[in-house]
Each structure stands twice: as structure tokens, then as C-alpha cells.
């Protein structure tokens, strides 16, 4: 990070004394901090403390134009290398994503060309709220990034996700951001996630806990390093990931069809989803009424998708899967990647806590034919997606 310049963007928050944290912490990792306030942020903090910090002048005012031979809002966008968004309110996110420019932030997110990460933090119920969630998706869609708050207390007093990340676990995700590489360019990559549903009838069906968190990773991860990505996506409330193709699939036939369809064009498939090993053998039409204190529904296996792939895949092809298991993980990952003909497979437990479905965590075990098995410990998902990506490339540089 040493002499890259860094625009913060801080709006009014509880949460925007962290943000002095973070900023604290980039000029340590020789940064060159610009902060530029809301004047709802300075009622919370104030300018002083981030001049203090980054020993550069903090800009408030749209107005103020210090100097006569420059524009200060597009200055400060031609000279940045990031722009960070910490805390991000709803407010702001509600401006950034319709490109309304009513102060010095926002008129300088709409003049700068470098990528550009929110932070979002707030009260859990505006948090989950649609029209928040539609912002967020509408700047993840032009290719914007947004770090995840954190769950745990709030300042107004509620519990759940709404907190600013913490300034390291933030300047990690900076750090991720400058290490982007675009060692994928030009290859074609299919990632599958989330659960599939299995019908019993119009309104009731068979699925699991999938939340679909690590395929998503994996595909937006795939789409910053240059690749054409196509995230074939089952059951799942996640926003679409930017610069992906998203085809939405019901069933794991619906999912079976498609994969092996699109399979001939692929480079790399990584199969991430959950899908059901059994589907009931009939589904009914109509809603099925209660009639007696049982009901037997019969089960048929679905078609096996990653042994599928496993049999018509070309030795230009790198086929991943993933095995979610509660017990003898390694053994049975070894077993399933001798079985479906992969050449990786992820594999974790996911009765450890931290590695479960839903989790925005993940501990996993990369398990190759004759190589030994390499352990990864806890980290978020999108830093397993990146692990798993490098994984899969030098598999490609063997292959030389």
C-alpha cells in the first residue's frame, strides 16, 4: 500500500470514529490519505482528528476551492487509487447508487475511474431493508465493491448485521483489493452455488441450508481477475455479483441441464452448489391436503452433475467440486475425487463452527490426486475463493 493514494469518504454515523481508526491505519501502512467529510459526519467527529492522522488538508465544503488552478472533486478523483467509503450510510448508499451528487463525496464518486469500496454500517432493520439491499445490488452491478458489516451490538441498541468492520479487518480488504490481479484473462469459468429446490407440490419443497456465500465469492472473485464468468445459481437471497453472467435454476435437473450444456464452452468449472441427492418421485399439481397423522413421500436419485462433468470434460478442462461433510472429511473428499473423475476438491466440515452453510467464514481443505493435501485455516470466503483460484491455476501451469 506504500505511496498509494486513498480517498476517504466518511458520512454521518455513530460508527464514523472508526473510521479515524482506519485511517490511522493506512497512513501506517504508507498510504496517502485525502479524507473527504459529509457535514453530517462532522457532527459525529471532528475534521481535525483525520487532518491529525493523515496530515492532509480534510475537505467538507463542495465550495471550497483552495486552490484556483485545480477543481478540487476531480482533482482528488485523477489522483486516487481507491475510494473508500467508511462508514457508508444508508443515505449515502441511497445517493452513490442513483448517481445523485449533492456534496463534495458524491460529487467525487461520479468523477473518479478507480474502483471504489462502501462499508455500510447502520441499524439492522434499515440494513435489511429492500430499498437498501436494491442500492447495494445496483452498485455491486456497476462493478462497486461493499464489504459486508459485521453482526453483533449496535449503538442504537438492537443486535444483528449493521456494524462497521473493524479498521483491520477493513485495511485487509484494501489490501485484497491492491493485490487484484488479472492473471485469468481470457478464460471461461462456470461456478455453480446455492441449494436447489426439490417440488412436492405448488408450495412445499425439499432443499437444504445453502446459502450459496461461497459460489458467489468464487464467480466474483473469478470476474476480478479477468475471467468470463457464468454463475449457474439455485436457491439464494444474494445479490448478483458484478460482471457475471447469472443463470437462475430451480431443481438439480433444472441445474444438470444447464451445467452440462454450457459445459463444451467451459475452461474451469467449479462446482459449489448444494444440490439435492434426491428428488420426489412425484411432484403433485395441486397442494397436497392434510388427510392422516403420515404422509410417505417417495424419493429418486437426481443425476450425479460433478460426475457428469466428470466424464465428458477435456484434459483442457479443470473440473472442482466441493464436499460438505461432518465426519472423515479428507478420506472422503480423497474418495469423491477418485470418484467423479475432479481434479480438486474442496472439502470442509461443516458442523465446525465458522465452516457451516451461511457463514460469511470458511475453513477447507484442498485435496488433489497425488499431491498432498493443503489445509487452509479460517478466513472469510472471499479469501478462500482467491485460494481456490490460485489453486485451480497452478493446476492449469502443471498441465504445461
Known amino acids: ?119 455500510p454500517a447502520m441499524n439492522v432493520n434499515m440494513y435489511h431493508n429492500p430499498v437498501v439491499q436494491d442500492n447495494l445490488a445496483r452498485l455491486r452491478a456497476r462493478g462497486w465493491l461493499v464489504a459486508e458489516p459485521g453482526e453483533g451490538p449496535l449503538a442504537c441498541g438492537y443486535t444483528g448485521r449493521g456494524r462497521l468492520p473493524e479498521p483491520e479487518e477493513l485495511v485487509d480488504v484494501i489490501r485484497a483489493i491492491f493485490r487484484q490481479k488479472k492473471d485469468m484473462q481470457g478464460l471461461r469459468v462456470l461456478v455453480t452455488a446455492g ?105 429418486v436419485r437426481n443425476p450425479d452433475i460433478l460426475a457428469d462433468i466428470g466424464t465428458r470434460k477435456t484434459d483442457r478442462q479443470v473440473i472442482v467440486g466441493f464436499a460438505a461433510e461432518t465426519n472423515d472429511v479428507v478420506t472422503n473428499a480423497a474418495a469423491k475425487l477418485r470418484a467423479k473423475n475432479a481434479d480438486l476438491i474442496v472439502a470442509n466440515d461443516v458442523s465446525q463452527e465458522g465452516a457451516g452453510f451461511g457463514s460469511d467464514t470458511n475453513i477447507v481443505s484442498l485435496v488433489r490426486p497425488d499431491r498432498p493435501v493443503r489445509e487452509l485455516p479460517q478466513m472469510s470466503k472471499r479469501d478462500v475463493a482467491e485460494a481456490i483460484l490460485d489453486e485451480i491455476l497452478a493446476i492449469r501451469k502443471d498441465r504445461l
Open 195 to 299: 441449494g436447489t429446490r426439490e417440488r412436492i407440490d405448488p408450495v412445499r419443497y425439499l432443499t437444504n441450508d445453502s446459502s450459496g456465500k461461497m459460489g458467489f465469492a468464487l464467480a466474483e472473485a473469478a470476474a476480478r481477475r479477468g475471467a468470463d464468468v457464468t454463475l449457474v445459481t439455485g436457491n439464494t437471497t444474494l445479490p448478483p455479483p458484478a460482471n457475471v453472467r447469472v443463470v437462475p435454476v430451480e431443481s438439480a435437473l433444472d441445474m444438470h441441464r444447464v451445467v452440462l450444456d454450457l459445459l463444451p464452452q467451459q475452461d474451469v468449472v467449479i462446482k459449489a452448489a448444494a444440490v439435492a441427492d434426491y428428488r420426489p418421485a412425484l411432484a403433485a399439481e395441486r397442494k397436497i391436503k392434510k388427510t392422516g397423522d403420515r404422509l410417505t413421500i417417495e424419493l
Open 1 to 119: 500500500m506504500k505511496g498509494k493514494v486513498i480517498l476517504l469518504g466518511v458520512s454521518g454515523g455513530i460508527a464514523a470514529y472508526k473510521a479515524a481508526g482506519l485511517c490511522s491505519a493506512l497512513v501506517k501502512e504508507g498510504a496517502v490519505v485525502h479524507v473527504i467529510m459529509t457535514e453530517s459526519a462532522t457532527r459525529f467527529i471532528a475534521p481535525l482528528t483525520f487532518q491529525s492522522l493523515a496530515k492532509t488538508a480534510v475537505i467538507t465544503d463542495i465550495f471550497a476551492e483552495p486552490d484556483p488552478g485545480e477543481i478540487s472533486h476531480i482533482a482528488l478523483a485523477d489522483k486516487a487509487d481507491l475510494v473508500v467509503v467508511a462508514p457508508a450510510t444508508a443515505n449515502v448508499i441511497a445517493k452513490a447508487a442513483h448517481g445523485l451528487a449533492d456534496d463534495m463525496l458524491t460529487t467525487t464518486l461520479l468523477a473518479t475511474r478507480v474502483p471504489v469500496l462502501f462499508a
